[in-house]
């Protein structure tokens, strides 16, 4: 998959992507995730009612909203010992690494999905980079291969089928443009399904919070959770 403003390039059936993935296989990936977004949940809530009669996407509910860092490979052919293991060289990998605040947006069409792109890509390629080091440390050449690029992006709707998606970014119009500014997202060690025509997944770890080093906090009007910048 492409994070790219594909004009008027069709969409493809995101759900045909991955066949070795089966429906309720849980997948050990590395993802952010933004569980406490408050902000960023009502967002997504108004991009899902311009959607909601639009059969062409399944539209991510507000608790599933994730940015995927690296795949790590299926649940089911590691040990709980493993599992752990990556989770502790991640956690090694990840000293002294600062988690930034994060920029989404605009809203553009990829391959198979409607997704807000995602800042700073710097920071995100090195917190990619440690990640992968981490899983490959310890699995091998059992670790999954890397995703063929890594364009950190969040999803907010997946299709179904071939479709054109220039109806379906024009519903956005009011909202596609914004940039929505969060503060550090949660690094998580996750099994992930897919299960009702979107991702769902049990945190199997956490990075703990002082292996990911917050940034100092600035004084802002906005509420700290969410900043909205529309261009001018």
Known sequence: MSVRDRGEAP??????WRPDWRF????????LTFEHEAG????LLRCRGLLADEPAVNTVPEPWLHCTVDDV??????????????????????RGWTSPRLTLGPVVA???????????????DDLRDRV???????????ALPALERFEPHVTIAYANRRSDPVPLLRR????RDDRLVTGPARLSLAAVTRRSSHYQWQTQHVVPPEQAQQPAQ?????????????PR
């Open 11 to 16: 969409l493809e059936d995101h759900w045909q």
């Open 24 to 31: 309720e296989r849980p997948r050990l990936m590395w993802y």
């Open 40 to 43: 960023l949940h009502e967002w």
């Open 73 to 94: 490979a299926f649940l089911d052919e590691l040990s709980g010992d493993r599992v752990a293991a990556v989770a502790d060289a991640g956690a090694r990998e990840l």
């Open 110 to 124: 990829m391959d198979d999905a409607l997704v807000l792109q995602m800042q700073p890509a710097a920071a995100l």
């Open 132 to 142: 992968r080091r981490a899983s490959r440390d310890v699995l091998g050449a059992q």
């Open 172 to 175: 956005l119009a009011g909202v």
């Open 218 to 230: 600035q004084p802002v009007e906005e509420p700290a959770y969410l900043r909205v910048r529309r």
